[in-house]
T-cell receptor, first 112, second 112 residues
């Protein structure tokens, strides 16, 4: 499985934007970049995913480098509820190789 | 829309005892996953079902763990006999084929 590298932890002030980086230099041409987050004492929650182009949804934005070897999850205005562990995961596009392989993620702390 | 249901939420057993966990996925989701999450780590996939067939069980310790999804809907995961190192949160997730996964709240297992 292609691996991702994320910082162990980050801090951000409430109501400010947060940029969570992820490196995936061994990404294959068909791998999708997925982000999940896990709030304390809960199961992981899907955030966003993309292939080549930048993506936006109601939760976040995903900026993907032109060479696809890195990406950044952007929370536009962090709230205390965004404190969680954020996982960047490469997922195959075909049935049978689409499993999620979680690393240790980035623990995001929001400072009031 | 109802989410993924799991029970029990907590279980404490002694080593060498048996334990079973139950999962009811979101209605219509053909794919069901069981994950093990040890404290401080990301979830690790144990087994993936597509309807009632196994797609991937490469990381399931088959000497003590078993799982079934007989009617292609709900699923059970069993550990027999349990070891101390099985203490973890067991997460169930479901999805439409090749779509984002929805996770349940998990079952926290403590083996004494």
């Amino acid at each position: 499985d292609a691996k991702t590298t994320q910082p162990n932890s980050m801090e951000s002030n409430e109501e400010e934007p947060v940029h969570l980086p992820c490196n995936h230099s061994t990404i294959s041409g068909t791998d999708y970049i997925h982000w999940y987050r896990q709030l304390p004492s809960q199961g992981p929650e899907y955030v966003i995913h993309g292939l080549t182009s930048n993506v936006n949804n109601r939760m976040a934005s995903l900026a993907i480098a032109e060479d696809r070897k890195s990406s950044t999850l952007i929370l536009h205005r962090a709230t205390l509820r965004d404190a969680a562990v954020y996982y960047c995961i490469l997922r195959g596009a075909n049935f049978g190789n689409e499993k999620l392989t979680f690393g240790t993620g980035t623990r995001l702390t929001i400072i009031p | 829309e109802a989410g993924v249901a799991q029970s029990p939420r907590y279980k404490i057993i002694e080593k060498r005892q048996s334990v079973a966990f139950w999962c009811n996925p979101i209605s219509g989701h053909a794919t069901l996953y069981w994950y093990q999450q040890i404290l401080g780590q990301g979830p690790k996939l144990l087994i993936q079902f597509q309807n009632n067939g196994v797609v991937d069980d490469s990381q399931l310790p088959k000497d003590r763990f078993s799982a079934e999804r007989l009617k292609g809907v709900d699923s059970t995961l069993k550990i027999q006999p349990a070891k101390l190192e099985d203490s973890a949160v067991y997460l169930c997730a479901s999805s439409f084929v090749l779509r984002e996964q929805f996770f349940g709240p998990g079952t926290r297992l403590t083996v004494l």
